[in-house]
């Protein structure tokens, strides 16, 4: 049981303050005291039992930006306590900019999803899987590094990138902006229906050999679009 947890998602997520300071002083508590949990996107990936562990029991939490942390921690199936205080923590931004690496790590804030599937149908590379009314991420490492483009394209902002550099897309924004019908218009073109009916089609002709061999070989020479 940790009462206090200092959450960093990955490599990249280079925090600007002393994190475990921070955190101990909100908490009341000495420095020594802050479990620091390292590469929580990896971990969450793998769903490693030990997550659930660290989080029975806590009272504060902090990260760059919690909305991501509880998002990957709810596709590694832990169940959080609502009477968490999270807290987000000043970020460089700029490693964000730099660096994506491999694999990008997509997540969806089931709490904002609708089940609209329009992140299913848009998405060529089968990351998305439709159960009935809700919207999952089947397969992770299939996503393109570096690219958010499903993201824009949600009507309630709930497809996350934890390492993409745009406040809207990396879960800094708590409460994203719903997006209209006529703002996803603008993003998709003149008739969005048909664009994604045709890229519906076009997922289907991509040989499956093929691509599974195109999708080691991105992992291999990491990120390259």
Known sequence: MSQVVLISLGARDRLCVNGAEVLAAHAGVSSANV??????AERALHREPELAEVFAGSRVVGCSRPRAARALLAFAGVALSERIDWLALPFDREALKS???VPWYPVI????CVGCGTC?????FSVYARDGKTVRVAAPLNCKTGCPACSRLCPEGALIFPFCHEAELNGEVEQPVHRSADVLAEALGDDPLRLLAERREKKRLIDAAKFEKAEKDR???SGVL
Not at 35 to 40: I, P, S
Not at 120 to 124: K, M
Request: aromatic share 14%.
């Open 35 to 40: 479990v620091q949990l390292q590469n929580l």
């Open 99 to 101: 660096e994506y690496g």
């Open 109 to 112: 804030d089931q709490t904002r």
């Open 120 to 124: 299913h149908d848009y998405c060529l």
């Open 219 to 221: 992992v291999t020479y």
